[in-house]
């Protein structure tokens, strides 16, 4: 047992009647990273978080927040962790400052701490416009901020946050990372679920690829890419006939390659080689190709054979 | 035991603070509510009946009233209120992120909804006492019965928010139980000059015949030993209920 292992989850099991929505899953997660659960919707990401802030209890298995054990003492671990579900749990007829003093009670803060508390992280997601507004009359962004700030409220060693950014516009999602990253300069640990992988890849030390309820993959982004594919990725359409004359000329085959109807994605070390390869021996009909750094997304691919964007 | 008295009262906090908002909307039909009755059933109808019970129909009907106004209070909050705080504001999901726990949230709402059935039986006394319905200093004792009224109500309530899956069910909860508790339970007239033996026995279980009884007591000044059995059945149903209520909260909102 690891003093500095934030989260410790060993052999974690979670069944909901005949379901199994986790599945022996093992996590640790060290202070300080920016640690990123990785999996299309249902594959068990708020259920595994759920379990680790002791909203629900595993069938088996424990779990360990900061050497506390969850199922044990609750309040200990929850007073030093901060959670931002999926859903927006705002209370829409107050304000957003109303919304952080209770928030902020909820975690026994008092006069003056409170408001000091609720001043600072206002400033921190730049609230104070609309600090005054009933919540219900805010944008979608405005309110998420507001969520991830209800969860700063007593300064968490732990920050989790399900879906951050899901359903917001690219410049929301990039303030939001900016925040995030501040957060984790500053010594959170934060634990992200997504199932965007330019966020896992822009934000996350280390992932976890979470398939039916199981990790299939961990490691830090570029390491995953590297383990399970290779650096570069060229793409194009062929039919499977045309695929194998089209590399077997390449003298040296190249490493991984994948399919996905007409598409084929190989993976190698230098995609130039390749785009030059397959230029020459297209003379002067020139096919559409894309060449590409590999990224998370092709690895889920390469290791459950569905994609994830968009999968259900 | 995992209950925390700061916690739960932190949960209180939070209905208090959006309860302080529309308080004013919500206390004039609590003064208006009781006048129509006094001035329907009490006035009109009461100008036929010389006497009920050894007493003026309105002398009768004023402190079974307040008890109404009491289990109102209370069971508007743990029904409509707290299904929706449970289902569509996802309260209690966020709750359970900070370390409040299940015993604390129920603590919590159970206080409120105290509160709430406080605040009804205060505003209903207040309309009783402009009438001359409310004799000084005996029918002050009905302060204490407003909270027992309270608290059976909520634990009832509770129970059956918790444990019902939509929430178009609230209807049979009103239609089928707590609007026969109101016309059936010594409130209109004394059940005892109504019913034949056995059938005595069998309304006693109604829950709101207690506090009634209670109440009535109190505003005539009048003591008996029956009124024992009242107060033992209030706590003693309110007890079990709860703590029915606090399994049902924990796998309700820990799933």
Same mark, same amino acid.
């Given at each position: 047992m690891s003093a500095s292992l934030i989260v410790e989850a060993a052999s974690v099991t979670k069944r909901?009647?005949?379901?199994?929505?986790?599945?022996?899953?093992?996590?640790?997660?060290?202070?300080?990273?920016?640690?990123?659960?990785?999996?299309?919707?249902?594959?068990?990401?708020?259920?595994?978080?759920?379990?680790?802030?002791?909203?629900?209890?595993?069938?088996s298995g424990?779990?360990?927040?900061?050497?506390?054990?969850?199922?044990?003492?609750?309040?200990?671990?929850?007073?030093?962790?901060?959670?931002?579900?999926?859903?927006?749990?705002?209370?829409?007829?107050?304000?957003?400052?109303?919304?952080?003093?209770?928030f902020g009670r909820y975690h026994l803060l008092r006069e003056p701490e409170l408001s000091r508390r609720m001043r600072e992280v206002i400033d921190f997601l730049e609230l104070k416009s609309h600090a005054r507004l009933p919540v219900k009359q805010l944008s979608g962004g405005f309110q998420r901020r507001l969520a991830i700030a209800l969860s700063l409220m007593n300064r968490p060693e732990l920050l989790i946050l399900d879906e951050p950014t899901t359903g917001l516009d690219p410049a929301v999602r990039l303030a939001l990372w900016s925040r995030v990253r501040e957060l984790r300069a500053g010594g959170t640990t934060v634990l992200l679920t997504t199932h965007y992988m330019d966020e896992a890849q822009r934000l996350c030390d280390r992932v976890?690829?979470?398939?039916?309820?199981?990790?299939?993959?961990?490691?830090?982004?570029?390491?995953?890419?590297?383990?399970h594919l290779a650096p570069e990725t060229v793409e194009f359409d062929c039919a499977p006939e045309e695929e194998s004359a089209l590399l077997s000329s390449m003298g040296s085959l190249p490493g991984r390659r994948l399919r996905a109807g007409r598409r084929v994605m190989v993976y190698l070390e230098d995609a130039t080689v390749l785009v030059d390869h397959i230029r020459h021996r297209d003379q002067g009909d020139r096919r559409e190709m894309v060449a590409r750094p590999t990224n998370l997304e092709d690895v889920f691919l390469a290791l459950t054979g569905t994609r994830l964007e968009g999968a259900q | 035991m995992s209950l925390s008295l700061p916690h739960a009262l932190s949960v209180w906090r939070r209905n208090a603070s959006m309860y302080r908002r529309t308080w004013k909307w919500n206390i004039l039909p609590n003064f208006f509510e009781p006048v129509l009755y006094l001035a329907s059933i009490g006035v009109g109808l009461g100008a036929y009946i010389t006497e009920m019970d050894g007493t003026s129909y309105a002398a009768f009907l004023a402190p079974?009233?307040?008890?109404?106004?009491?289990?109102?209070?209370?069971?508007?909050?743990?029904?409509?209120?707290?299904?929706?705080?449970?289902?569509?504001?996802?309260?209690?999901?966020?709750?359970?992120?900070?370390?409040?726990?299940?015993?604390?949230?129920?603590?919590?709402?159970?206080?409120?909804?105290?509160?709430?059935?406080?605040?009804?039986?205060?505003?209903?006394?207040?309309?009783?006492?402009? @009438?001359?319905?409310?004799?000084?200093?005996?029918?002050?004792?009905? @302060?204490?019965?407003?909270?027992?009224?309270?608290?059976?109500?909520?634990?009832?309530?509770?129970?059956?928010t918790l444990k019902i899956p939509h929430i178009e069910l609230y209807s049979f909860y009103y239609t089928l139980f707590l609007t026969p508790l109101f016309l059936f339970s010594d409130v209109f007239f004394p059940l005892k000059e109504r019913l034949a033996g056995p059938w005595l026995w069998v309304a006693e279980a109604l829950p709101l015949l207690h506090p009634v009884r209670l109440?009535?007591?109190?505003?005539?000044?009048?003591?008996?030993f029956i009124l024992v059995w009242d107060l033992v059945y209030l706590l003693a149903l309110s007890t079990l209920l709860l703590i029915w209520a606090r399994r049902a909260a924990r796998q309700r909102l820990t799933n």
């Open positions: 909901f009647g005949d379901r199994l929505a986790v599945d022996r899953l093992d996590l640790r997660i060290p202070g300080g990273l920016c640690f990123g659960l990785l999996g299309p919707n249902g594959a068990g990401k708020t259920t595994t978080l759920r379990m680790i802030y002791g909203a629900t209890q595993p069938s424990a779990i360990r927040l900061f050497g506390i054990d969850i199922a044990r003492d609750p309040r200990a671990a929850r007073s030093r962790l901060g959670v931002t579900l999926q859903q927006n749990v705002l209370i829409e007829a107050l304000s957003p400052e109303e919304n952080l003093r209770v976890a690829i979470i398939s039916e309820g199981r990790a299939i993959a961990e490691g830090a982004p570029g390491e995953l890419i590297t383990t | 079974a009233l307040v008890c109404v106004a009491a289990m109102n209070g209370a069971s508007f909050e743990v029904t409509y209120n707290i299904f929706v705080r449970l289902t569509f504001e996802k309260a209690y999901d966020a709750m359970l992120t900070t370390p409040i726990e299940p015993d604390d949230v129920l603590a919590g709402e159970i206080l409120w909804a105290l509160t709430r059935a406080c605040i009804y039986g205060s505003c209903f006394y207040a309309a009783l006492a402009l @009438f001359g319905l409310t004799p000084f200093p005996s029918s002050l004792l009905v @302060f204490l019965v407003i909270p027992l009224a309270g608290l059976l109500f909520a634990a009832i309530g509770i129970v059956f109440a009535r007591a109190a505003f005539r000044g009048e003591a008996s």
